[in-house]
């Protein structure tokens, strides 16, 4: 069974760097593209991210480019989204889910950027 | 990078047909058959519903359907069920990118 599930979400300032994680399960990680996906409080999807199998291909939504940083390690079968320079509008919940398509996704994590 | 545009809501009665458009440009949903849609309930991560226009995943509903003309993409439910009420999205590779609608809500009456 496929499984994607995200941490590292909370609470941090304006300005201020989170890490996300997503752990992967059911599937081989290494051959699959995956993204990061999320979606404001009340408000529609969002993509954020994304990044080939070997880490070849990355990119960005012009909202977080710059300031946030995807990346794998697929001996650990896992995701990350480095988020910096952190605004009040980055507040959502990030889902990481996997290949273009999307066609699994986690359960989500909420960021909070607030003072 | 600019969204789809979809219908902010929609509503059926149960065992009606409705459909959901999802328009965009040529470089988006014109360009390539690489729409998928999904299905968000409330606090619930979306579900793929169609993949590539108008492909189902294993285990969903042949009650739903995809189809694209052009610029315009195209999600029908028929035999509305009461469990169909939820927010839809459809979405577009456009080469570096991906796309997302605004989103539909679906209110079954």
């Known amino acids: 069974e496929v499984q994607l599930v995200e941490s590292g979400g909370g609470l941090v300032k304006p300005g201020g760097s989170l890490r996300l994680s997503c752990a992967a399960s059911g599937f081989t990680f290494s051959s699959y593209s995956m993204n990061w996906v999320r979606q404001a409080p009340g408000k529609g999807l969002e993509w954020v991210s994304s990044i080939s199998s070997s880490s070849s291909y990355i990119y960005y939504a012009d909202s977080v480019k710059g300031r946030f940083t995807i990346s794998r390690d697929n001996a650990k079968n896992s995701l990350y989204l480095q988020m910096n320079s952190l605004r009040a509008e980055d507040t959502a919940v990030y889902y990481c889910a996997r290949v273009e398509m999307l066609d699994y996704w986690g359960q989500g994590t909420l960021v909070t950027v607030s003072s | 990078q600019s969204a789809l545009t979809q219908p902010a809501s929609v509503s059926g009665s149960p065992g009606q047909s409705i459909t959901i458009s999802c328009t965009g440009t040529s470089s988006d949903v014109g360009s390539y058959n690489l729409v998928s849609w999904y299905q968000q309930h409330p606090g619930k991560a979306p579900k793929l519903m169609i993949y590539e226009g108008s492909k189902r995943p294993s285990g969903v509903s042949n009650r739903f359907s995809g189809s694209k003309s052009g610029n315009t993409a195209s999600l029908t439910i028929s035999g509305l069920q009461a469990e169909d009420e939820a927010d839809y999205y459809c979405?577009?590779?456009?080469?570096?990118?991906?796309?997302f609608g605004g989103g539909t809500k679906l209110t079954v009456l």
């Open positions: 979405c577009s590779y456009a080469g570096s990118s991906t796309l």
